[in-house]
T-cell receptor
């Protein structure tokens, strides 16, 4: 596709529900990143994939957060038993470079509201 | 915190004026990048400056890097209403293992027509 695509654009969940957020990176991009952005703040790193390998998950805030990229393209971020503090915009980014943290292409994000 | 810190938090100028935003950080970097975010959208990469570079230009953008002061500035010349957005610096720290690109809290720029 022309850019990084994320779905859904908006998600409202009741506390305790599980949610799944999808990211379609730019075709051929090796690196894929997930970031969390609270209102009025900069993005905070969650996790990184190089192709299908999850090389860094040090930013995931708890074991309720899980991400996968099984075929090295589409990625899913899953949040189990959502809590109000999970409310944020979840941004996906991809890059043609492997192993380099440069020139990330971002999607428009999924805005998650946990009630 | 290793986050870049940006100032000012908010900046309001008239169209045609120049806008300057600053970013400071705490530890050695490989590179520093600037991104723009329009309201409700994702971030767009603007420019990257490496630790061995002091100044870089791209169109109306000028970025400087002073590694001795651990600071960078982004200058937008002849601003336009379409430049209204949040601007973030992102640092690639040398000591960081893994793949973390660390973003600051951003400067909200408003360009009034």
């Amino acid at each position: 596709g022309a850019g990084v695509s994320q779905s859904p654009r908006y998600k409202v969940a009741k506390r305790g529900q599980d949610v799944a957020l999808r990211c379609d990176p730019i075709s051929g991009h090796v690196s894929l990143f997930w970031y969390q952005q609270a209102l009025g703040q900069g993005p905070e790193f969650l996790t990184y994939f190089q192709n299908e390998a999850q090389l860094d998950k040090s930013g995931l805030p708890s074991d309720r957060f899980f991400a996968e990229r099984p075929e090295g393209s589409v990625s899913t971020l899953k949040i189990q038993r959502t809590q109000q503090e999970d409310s944020a915009v979840y941004l996906c980014a991809s890059s043609p470079f492997g192993g380099r943290r440069e020139k990330l292409f971002f999607g428009s994000g999924t805005q998650l509201s946990v009630l | 915190s290793q986050q870049g810190e940006e100032d000012p938090q908010a900046l309001s100028i008239q169209e045609g004026e120049n806008a300057t935003m600053n970013c400071s950080y705490k530890t050695s970097i490989n590179n520093l990048q600037w991104y723009r975010q329009n309201s409700g959208r994702g971030l767009v990469h603007l420019i990257l400056i490496r630790s061995n570079e002091r100044e870089k230009h791209s169109g109306r953008l000028r970025v400087t890097l002073d590694t001795s002061k651990k600071s960078s500035s982004l200058l937008i010349t002849a601003s336009r209403a379409a430049d209204t957005a949040s601007y973030f610096c992102a640092t690639d720290f040398q000591e960081t293992s893994g793949s973390r690109l660390t973003f600051g809290e951003g400067t909200q720029l408003t360009v009034n027509p």
